[in-house]
Structures are given as structure tokens and as C-alpha cells.
């Protein structure tokens, strides 16, 4: 929690509620709920409120308690919207082919896309494929999120392009929650990018330039083409949301780090030191960097959070007596660094995020 805070006020800039910055948090509050709503049932029903019962309703979806229809009825109920305005919902999920609601939001002229995150056993199949993958217009992401998302764009783009064509004045938006974060920010950046679109003058025109808003995203994208997305993405975060900085490159170096502190290393050190010989201590100390980052070793790519940073500081919330967050723009390297903390796992869940 220390690290956290510290890292927090040495790059963070805190939000002012300017007009834009209003409107930036009033349609993610939006998009949130799209994002939770595609949970359904097991979210409707409480299922998901703490670690604890989060792993009771990830079971009880697995033994199919919820029909399809159970499933959007939620759905609706979730989302706030008729069930006439609910185009398409996709509940069976497969690895790398993750659930999925296509919706109107009228009051917003919206065309909403909303990708359910990590809650059926298979989805974790699709977060363990985290190779990186060639983007579009350049760049690498995470593998098992693009096949994802190229799976939900040939199930649901002709629903996508029909719903737009109906309401041409309406934009489309690409939401979800953890894994369905990360999905939604790639269907756009695959639909921006051309892939899956026809002749320019046969789609509707928001078709090719849909907004993201990750909540709770994974790291993603490669820092240039995270910068590209700034006019288009939007994530968020809350406090110590472990996945918000869940990256093979970030799991590499917290294991140097905790080796690197570790009891049996200090031990040595010292030893090192004590005996007068700080050379051989530091040959050591680099001899451990370069097994693991040297410029010969397989280092993973660096990936991070799409897009412009809103970031909710529950920690500080925590400590106070006031049930307010604190909001900050972010930079995305804040999000490199693993760091362990009571709350988490916690500051993870989507009902912290509805």
C-alpha cells in the first residue's frame, strides 16, 4: 500500500471537473453498467459481490443454474433498458469466444457492445493465452483477447451494422469488464483499423469509428499503440485492481523483485558485505538482472491499459471517514508495477465497478 500511494502521488494528476472531463465520466458511469450488466444473472442476484461469493456464483453459472432467457432478463434489468431495445445476446461461451449482449442505449444514442469478463471456467483459458499477438496498423496485444474479440465481430457485426443503419445518428460503444474490457477495446480497434468492414460507402459510418470504455481492463496494447487509442478509449480503475496490472512482463518482475528481497538474498548480501567483498555482492546483483531481463532473454512485451486513465483511489477512501474517491488521470506505466495489497482482489469486482 505504500508503493501504491507513493507512486500514486509522484505521477497521477488529479481530475478537474471541467465540462470535458464531466462528460469523459458521465458516459464511462454509462458504459460501466453496460459492462456489469453483461454478468447477468449471477450478478443480478448477488453472486458476485465479494471474492467469497463471486467463486460461489462462478460455480453455480458453470452447473448452469440461469437459462439463456434467465440470463437477459437480468440483462435488462441491469442495463435499464426495454426489452425490445436488447438486439442480440450471446451467453454460451467457449474459450475464446466469450459472452456478449448487443443493445440500444436511446437515451444516450447509443449502439451498445457489451463483453462479458472472466466469470465461466473457459474464459480462463482465453486470459492463460497471453502471448503477444500482432495488431493492425502495428503494434502487439494480448493473444487470447484478439481471438476473442475477432470471435465476437463475426458473430454479432451483422447485428452491429444493422442496428446502426436503423439509427443512423447513434455511436457505437465497446464496453466490458476485466477480460470483456480488453476484448471490447480490441472489436473497436479492429473496426477502426478496417478489419471486418465492407465497401466504404455500403457500412454506416460509426460502424468504422466506435468509442471503448475498458472498465477494469488488463494491460493490452504496447505503449504506441496505447498512445493511438488516446482518442478513442477511455479505462478505468479503481485503487489496487490486480488485474488492472496483470502482464507476463509485470508477473516477470515481481518474481525478481520478491527473489530479489527475499530472506536468503539479504542473507547473502550481508554475508557479502560483512566479509568485505560489496564487489562480488554487486557482480551477483547483476548477474540475477540479466538471467531474467537480460538483453539475451525472452523479455515479454510491455503491455498497458489502453487509452486515457481514470483512476478511482480507494485506498485513500479506506482511511477515511468520508465515503468519497479521490479521481486521478493516469499514466500508463503506472500500471507496470505488480503490487500486492489487501483490498486487490476486491477493488477488482464488478460490483465495485456498477
Known sequence: ??????????????????????????????AARFACAAYGA???????NSVASFLGGA??????????????????????????DVLMCAWRERTFEPAFC????????????SVRGTVDWRALLTDASAESADLPGGGKTHDGMLRAARSVLERGLSV????????????????????????????????????????????????????AFGV???????PEAAQESWCWAISVMRGMDFISRLSVFAFDRLVYELTDTSAAKLAKDWFMKAVGLPETAAAFQEAHFERTFGAEKPVADVLVPP????????CSMQSTEHNTVEAYW?????????????HMLNDHLPTEYH
Open 1 to 30: 500500500a505504500e508503493a501504491y500511494q507513493q507512486a500514486l502521488l509522484a505521477t497521477c494528476e488529479p481530475l478537474v471537473c471541467d465540462s470535458e472531463t464531466q462528460e469523459i465520466l458521465s458516459q464511462a458511469a454509462h
Open 42 to 48: 449471477p450478478m443480478l442476484q448477488g453472486h458476485l
Open 59 to 84: 460455480a453455480a453459472l458453470n452447473t448452469g443454474r440461469w437459462s439463456a432467457a434467465d440470463q437477459t432478463a437480468a440483462f435488462v434489468k441491469l442495463a435499464d433498458v426495454p426489452d425490445e
Open 102 to 113: 448487443i443493445s440500444y442505449a436511446r437515451k444516450l444514442r447509443w449502439v451498445v457492445l
Open 160 to 211: 452491429l451494422r444493422s442496428a446502426l443503419e436503423a439509427e443512423p445518428g447513434y455511436e457505437l460503444i465497446c464496453t466490458g469488464h476485466s477480460m470483456g474490457a480488453g476484448t471490447a477495446v480490441l472489436v473497436a480497434h479492429l473496426l477502426r483499423a478496417g478489419e471486418y468492414l465492407g465497401e466504404a460507402a455500403a457500412d454506416p459510418p460509426a460502424l468504422g469509428r466506435p468509442k
Open 216 to 222: 477494469g481492463v488488463p494491460p493490452l496494447l504496447t
Open 307 to 314: 487509452g486515457r486513465i481514470v483512476h478511482l483511489d480507494t
Open 330 to 342: 493516469s499514466p500508463s506505466f503506472f500500471y507496470q508495477r505488480y503490487l500486492l495489497g489487501g
